[in-house]
């Protein structure tokens, strides 16, 4: 939000350089993000000066270019080179005197520099309107009033206009500071508590009467729940031109763009008090009369920006008796507006349901500074102040009369909030103890009345504009804010307390699993939980009824919670191989959502996304590929991690995944992983391969809680490592050599192996041969050859027989 501060300067006259206001106004909670400075003319006009032209003669060696003499109230005249065909002697003209910066109409600067035109000597150059900023004609030379003063100034001539504009990052509960009057009134509660007293101007609509009661239009609110309030007013008489450059330059410095003298008061006000307008072409109103009312679901709508809109049967509409004219609180209609053929208007000022509006707003895209505030909440008591204001300014420079009373359709009064304060609890939430008539001081400068005062606390009524103070909460921290941050002592004390929790806590296993990927190159991402309802399209395994979608959607694309990690998680990857970051290993600890018949549900989830690469190319390294088996290896390494073993795989059923496994420990799934499907990546853009997994987290923390660690000492004897080399079916797994071997030899066994696969010609038809490595170790001594033989012709008879397997 911008504010002027020449335009703040008319609510509160401060002295104050903008920096020393700027750092007040962060003090107070309104931000600073930056001061920018505006003239009203590019440059500030200086360096111009007032000059006479003595005299003008033809220049010897061209045809178009005069020398002249130019009397700029110094010792001597200037000689300047002249090639505007109107200039001649007597003439009050600008003067743009040497080192003086112009600016091109495309705001490219270049200086004024003495040189010699055609071999005569020129000091400075006399002006033209476009060459100062001051217009667009290039027919000639500025000529001046003959009055002018020679040696004046230019800006002060021109009345050009310095101002310092404040950028304030408003936060979304500050409705009451949305103009130059709201912050002017922070300002002010600000200076008192450094003991500054500086009266709040507000501009004075005492003048304001009833001309003649010549144009009635009647106003009909038919939804007062959406409209609370309804004021309006007629002028007759005026005319629709250009506005005075005062009114242009406060527009302009707070960067809007002057239309005409209607529109600007409107916006004007707009800005100042922060009470929207809206000013009807009074002959457009059919059967002169205002109804304010919603209207049927599908009906057009043509919006001042041209766009025909469908009307929602909840957006409220400002209509006349045959067709809706205006968007209510948000944008006006192209057929009801001001135009310059206007000479009567019906000037709207309102106070609309801020849940209204925003789903309106949200409902068509729109967002303007109308909507801004609406949404926010605006002060409903400011309301017909708002309008005489605006009615004696659009009179004062559009000219014209009040012709008719002010209809102010008011049935139920927004009443005021009720609060009680305690000391106590201002105390303990600040932290330190602020004098009672301190508070009493601030609260009053805040216009919160006091109503009653007790040892133990306030009784107080906050005004209806601060819809963010209904708390105690909220009044201690605007007493806070007011009386300073930076004015609360800071304790030489520290008190901890210290909590016994389990080792099994969630964020301690996420840390931990965190901490092992991060270590292994991947990089964690922070997905957002809104996602599209396209994306369930995807997956017959996941369903639109489940659904969790928001009353008040961001955008189409953030319209539901998301029922799976996968596609935020593949937005992640065609943003990054969208900027040449081929080789991705990424991880996220979220939560899916999801809407059933009786309740909603949330899970825990750890995806894992792993494409391109495996190590980044180098010299003296191969890169090879991510694939299948380098995941499997990660997930095993996280599970292994948590002491999850005892792990039963099966293939995966997931439809956005080509090939995959589940990994279950009992009837608890635990992890599903595989290829995603190209169908799924082609619809992000990503043409490479995509390897995805998703940890059931939950599972996860559950089945980890039940994991007994156990510790033995290393073994004091060596292991043995026989191999074979079978020959199976194809039909025979390694799942059933690891079994069989596991309930041959259940002591001296420690671990079976499969190191090689050889599927070729010189094998015959249906048959493979494994390579199979078997560890074998006694705890307590160390194993002869005739043990070990004992053992590895057992196993091979095992294998025989019940596999039908041949040594190789």
Same mark, same amino acid.
């Given at each position: ?98 080192? $003086? ?54 800006s002060e001539l021109f009345k050009v206009e310095n101002d310092q504009v404040f950028e304030i990052g408003l936060t979304p509960n500050r409705a009451d500071a949305m103009s130059h009057y709201g912050v002017a009134r922070d300002l002010k509660a600000g200076l008192l508590q450094k003991e500054i007293s500086l009266e709040l101007i507000t501009p004075s609509v005492s003048s304001y009467h009833v001309d003649a009661r010549a144009l009635k239009i009647d106003v009909d609110v038919k939804d007062i729940e959406k409209a609370p309030r309804y004021c309006g007013v007629t002028i ?355 939560? $899916? ?216």
């Amino acid at each position: 939000m911008k504010i002027s501060y020449n335009w703040l300067k008319q609510f509160i006259k401060i002295d104050w350089d903008a920096e020393k206001t700027g750092e007040l106004l962060t003090d107070l909670g309104l931000e600073i993000e930056g001061i920018d400075t505006y003239q009203s003319v590019k440059g500030g006009l200086k360096g111009i000066v007032i000059g006479e032209v003595l005299t003008c003669i033809q220049h010897p060696n061209a045809d178009r270019l005069k020398i002249t003499t130019v009397n700029i109230g110094e010792d001597a005249p200037l000689q300047i080179v002249c090639g505007a065909p109107n200039v001649a002697a007597g003439q009050k003209v600008p003067v743009a005197t040497i080192g $003086t910066t112009l600016y091109t109409a495309e705001g490219e600067a270049w200086k004024i520099k003495k040189g010699k035109i055609r071999g005569e000597e020129s000091h400075g150059m006399i002006c033209a309107e476009d060459e100062l900023g001051l217009g667009e004609s290039h027919d000639g030379i500025m000529v001046l009033d003959p009055k002018v003063k020679i040696g004046a100034l230019a800006s002060e001539l021109f009345k050009v206009e310095n101002d310092q504009v404040f950028e304030i990052g408003l936060t979304p509960n500050r409705a009451d500071a949305m103009s130059h009057y709201g912050v002017a009134r922070d300002l002010k509660a600000g200076l008192l508590q450094k003991e500054i007293s500086l009266e709040l101007i507000t501009p004075s609509v005492s003048s304001y009467h009833v001309d003649a009661r010549a144009l009635k239009i009647d106003v009909d609110v038919k939804d007062i729940e959406k409209a609370p309030r309804y004021c309006g007013v007629t002028i007759s008489g005026l005319k629709v031109e250009s506005s005075p450059t005062w009114l242009q330059n406060r527009l302009k410095s707070i960067g809007l763009s002057p239309i005409n003298t209607v529109v600007d008061a409107t916006n004007y006000v707009l800005h100042e008090l922060g009470q929207p307008l809206h000013a009807f072409d009074a002959d457009k109103i059919a059967d002169r009369k205002i109804e304010v009312k919603t209207c049927k679901t599908g009906t057009k709508f043509t919006t001042l920006d041209g766009v025909v809109r469908e009307l929602h049967e909840d957006d409220l509409m400002i209509c006349d008796a045959e067709k809706p004219m205006c968007i209510a609180g948000i944008f006006g209609g192209i057929d009801s507006g001001v135009t310059d053929s206007t000479t009567r208007i019906f000037l709207e000022s309102a106070y609309f349901n801020p849940v209204t509006v925003r789903k309106t707003a949200k409902r068509h895209g729109l967002n303007t500074d109308a909507s801004f505030r609406f949404e926010r909440g605006i002060d409903p008591n400011l309301t017909e102040y708002a309008l005489k204001r605006a009615a004696l300014l659009i009179m004062d420079i559009a000219g014209g009369e009040i012709t008719s009373d002010i209809v102010d359709a008011y049935p139920k009064k927004i009443k005021d909030f009720e609060v009680r304060l305690s000391f106590d609890n201002a105390k303990k939430l600040i932290g330190e103890e602020i004098p009672k008539e301190t508070i009493k001081s601030i609260l009053s400068s805040l216009e919160i009345k006091v109503n009653n005062v007790t040892e133990a606390g306030l009784g107080l009524t906050v005004p209806a504009y601060r819809n963010d103070v209904q708390r105690e909460a909220d009044i201690i921290e605007e007493i806070l804010r007011v009386y300073g941050y930076n004015n609360i002592a800071t304790t030489t004390k520290l008190n901890a307390s210290i909590s016994n929790s389990s080792r099994f806590e969630d964020y301690k296993l996420q840390n931990i699993i965190g901490n092992q990927l991060a270590s292994q190159g991947f990089f964690e991402i922070m997905a957002n939980s809104l996602t599209s309802p396209k994306y369930i399209t995807f997956s017959d395994d996941l369903n639109e009824s489940h659904n969790i979608k928001m009353l008040n959607p961001l955008s189409n694309d953030l319209e539901v919670m998301r029922q799976s990690l996968l596609f935020s998680g593949l937005e992640a990857v065609a943003h990054n191989v969208n900027r040449k970051r081929d080789d991705l290993k990424l991880f996220e600890f979220g939560k $899916t959502y999801h809407q059933y018949a009786e309740e909603r549900e949330e899970h825990k989830h750890l995806s894992l996304f792993v494409t391109g690469n495996k190590t980044e190319e180098r010299w003296n390294a191969i890169s090879s590929p991510s694939d299948f088996f380098y995941l499997k290896g990660t997930i095993e390494g996280v599970l292994e991690r948590l002491g999850l073993s005892r792990l039963r795989s099966k293939p995966n059923t997931s439809d956005v995944l080509s090939e995959g496994l589940s990994f279950s420990i009992g009837k608890k799934k635990i992890v599903d992983f595989g290829l995603v499907k190209k169908s799924i990546l082609k619809h992000f853009g990503i043409s490479q391969n995509v390897l995805f997994a998703d940890f059931n987290w939950d599972n996860v923390l559950e089945m980890a809680q039940h994991n007994k660690i156990k510790f033995s000492a290393i073994a004091k004897y060596p292991e043995v490592r026989r191999d074979f080399a079978l020959l199976l079916d194809h039909s025979v797994t390694f799942e059933d050599i690891d079994t069989i071997a596991k309930q041959t030899e259940k002591q001296l066994l420690k671990s079976v192996n499969l190191f090689d696969v050889y599927e070729g010609k010189k094998l015959p038809a249906g048959k493979k041969s494994y390579a199979v490595s078997f560890i074998l170790q006694d705890d307590n001594k160390t194993l002869n050859d005739k043990q070990i033989d004992k053992i590895m012709s057992k196993l091979q008879s095992n294998f025989e027989s019940k596999l039908g397997a041949e040594l190789r």
